[in-house]
Nanobody, 117 residues
Framework: QVQLAESGGGIVQAGDSLSLSCAAS????????MGWFRQAPGKVREFVAA????????DYADSVKGRFTIFRDNTKNTVYLQMNSLKPEDTAVYYC??????????WGQGTQVTVSS
């Protein structure tokens, strides 16, 4: 399985931007759809965005459409999440994951994003 490590989280103010990275181990990274998820305190983990193998197809949760952009660099085995116009409700631990078949797995350790109002 692919192993993942997220980075780039931090504490920002509402309206600021932040870029998350997810580095994958293994040579099979470019065979998989990748996704970003988040989990806020007391809430279930929710889907944020996903990107196809080639990067030509993306999908976003309605709550982040127009503000977040997912992209990948298969030469660097890395998937990114550019987050703009951040809101306090974006505060969560953000995880990346690999899509195996119809479900996501190989969760990283997560990176904390805190947006203050």
């Amino acid at each position: 399985q692919v192993q993942l490590a997220e980075s780039g989280g931090g504490i920002v103010q509402a309206g600021d931007s932040l870029s998350l990275s997810c580095a994958a181990s293994g040579r099979t990274f470019n065979r998989y759809t990748m996704g970003w998820f988040r989990q806020a305190p007391g809430k279930v983990r929710e889907f944020v965005a996903a990107i196809s193998v080639s990067g030509g197809g993306t999908d976003y949760a309605d709550s982040v459409k127009g503000r977040f952009t997912i992209f990948r660099d298969n030469t660097k085995n890395t998937v990114y999440l550019q987050m703009n116009s951040l809101k306090p409700e974006d505060t969560a631990v953000y995880y990346c994951a690999v899509k195996y078949g119809s479900s996501f797995g190989s969760w990283g350790q997560g990176t904390q994003v805190t947006v203050s109002s």
